[in-house]
């Protein structure tokens, strides 16, 4: 009996165990983490006298003290409206090819579909650091290829490392690694289309671009809200690319990036609380604007669905 009676609490128990190793990992490397943040940024080092001696650096409650130092500073935002300009680049294109190629691979009859998929993904497996670095010495005029080709043909040699084109070339970093991940994403859809539909919309004299615009793009629609989803998340979070490149021009500032300003208040200013306002600052911007857009898509989707 008393067998009998501790078997049901050792099953219900069972799922618990397995979640706890998991349930640690999330306390320690997520919420912990998180909750230090926010102490962190509630907080300033208070200095006495010269700041020497013991006592005389002494951590005090600041309130929203860092938050409105972070909200009014023209670095901030001047950083936040660079990221915003590059994601109108990113984004779009990004997403554009990799429909497009997803497209082409779905399409009857395409030569070499494996070794394509391959090809297209590829870029997304090299590290982020390693491609930028990869880029940059393509983009130097002194070391280029594609400089000296210019150069032997006559032609306009642009830097692609000062101004306008700036945004041009860490843009083609972030497309050229990310195409193939949201690629994947979209062909795994596509395939998952029954094959009835193909051949009804066939059988009823569509043309294959009819079938890809009216069919097939409606279809994976949920995939194509996911990985915008995603690709929102990363550009609001860019740092590699314009940090790799900061060694080889003065166009980029310590500050090009909002990640890249706290990384400098943090590491080079030494003021971690500053730097903790402002990560919780972009944190909850990118927490407003994922769930937004998603509400926005999901509430979009419901209103198709009723008609």
Do not use: C
């Amino acid at each position: 009996m008393t067998t009998a009676h501790r078997r049901p609490y050792g099953v219900k128990g069972a799922p618990y165990g397995f979640l706890l190793p998991a349930a640690v990992l999330f306390v320690l490397f997520f919420a912990l983490p998180i909750g230090y943040a926010l102490w962190l940024s509630l907080h300033k080092v208070e200095v006495k006298g010269l700041g020497l001696g013991s006592g005389a650096r002494k951590e005090v409650w600041a309130g929203l003290r860092n938050y409105t130092d972070a909200l009014t500073d023209s670095e901030l935002l001047h950083g936040a409206l660079r990221v915003a300009g590059y994601g109108a680049i990113v984004v779009p294109v990004m997403l554009g090819l990799a429909l497009l190629f997803a497209l082409m691979l779905d399409a009857d009859k395409v030569r070499l579909a494996p070794f394509t998929r391959l090809a297209i993904f590829l870029p997304y497996a090299i590290p982020g650091v390693v491609a930028a670095l990869l880029w940059g010495f393509l983009y130097l005029p002194d070391v280029s290829p594609f400089y000296f080709v210019l150069d032997r043909l006559g032609m306009p040699q642009p830097n692609l490392l000062d101004g306008g084109p700036l945004y041009v070339a860490l843009s083609n970093i972030a497309v050229w690694g990310g195409t193939g991940f949201n690629m994947i994403v979209i062909y795994t859809a596509l395939r998952a289309i029954p094959v009835e539909v193909h051949e009804a919309a066939r059988l009823d004299g569509a043309t294959p671009l009819q079938i890809a615009l009216r069919i097939k793009v409606p279809m994976v629609a949920p995939s194509l809200v996911l990985t915008f989803f995603f690709s929102i998340i990363a550009t609001l979070q860019v740092f590699s690319e314009p940090t790799t490149l900061k060694p080889l021009t003065n166009s980029v500032s310590t500050t090009w990036s909002p990640l890249m300003k706290v990384y400098r208040d943090a590491f080079g200013a030494g003021d971690i609380y500053a730097a903790a306002a402002e990560a919780v600052i972009i944190a909850v911007v990118t927490l407003v604007l994922s769930f937004g857009f998603l509400r926005a898509a999901n509430s979009r989707t419901q209103q198709e669905e009723t008609r």
